[in-house]
C-alpha cells in the first residue's frame, strides 16, 4: 500500500487519489458477486444488471421514474418522476435483501439543477436520519429523457 501511496502522491491531486483507490481495488478479494433481478422495477435497457450483491453489500444501477409494467416514464412533473425513482429503487433493494434505512449512499442525477428542491421534498419522506451520504449532479441527458436517476450502495440485510 505504501508503494500505491508514494505512486499516487506523483500525480497530482485527483488523478493521484483515483489511481490509489483503482489499483488498491485491483488487489481487493470479491468473495461472492450475485446479479438481482426483479419484475417490480423496469427490466435494465443494456448489458447491466439491475444490482449487484458483493460483499455484504448492494450496488444499483440508475432508476429512472419508470412505471416497471409499462416502461414508460410516469406522467407529472420532478416529483412524481422521483417518487417512482424510489419506488422502483425500493423494489430494487428488498429483492437483493435489503431497503431503503440499509442505504449507505445514493447518487442522483438532474436533467436540471432547478429541480434540486422539490427532488428533495420527495427524497426526504422516504428516507430517515441519518441520512445516506450523497452526491447530486446535474447531467447533460438521462435514459430516456428522464428528469432524475438514483442510484443507491446498501448493506445487505439477510
Known sequence: MKKLLSAGLRFAGFAGLIFVMCAAAAGAQVKSKRAVET?????AIGPYSQAIIANGFVYTAGQIGA????GALVDGGIAEQTEQVLKNLEAVLKAAGSGLG???KTTVFLADMNDFAKTNEVYAKRFAVPF???STVQVARLPRDARV???AVAVVRK
Open 149 to 151: 436517476e438514483i442510484e
Open 132 to 134: 445516506p451520504a450523497r
Open 102 to 104: 440499509a442505504v449507505v
Open 67 to 70: 412505471d416497471p409494467k409499462t
Open 39 to 43: 419484475r417490480d422495477a423496469p427490466k
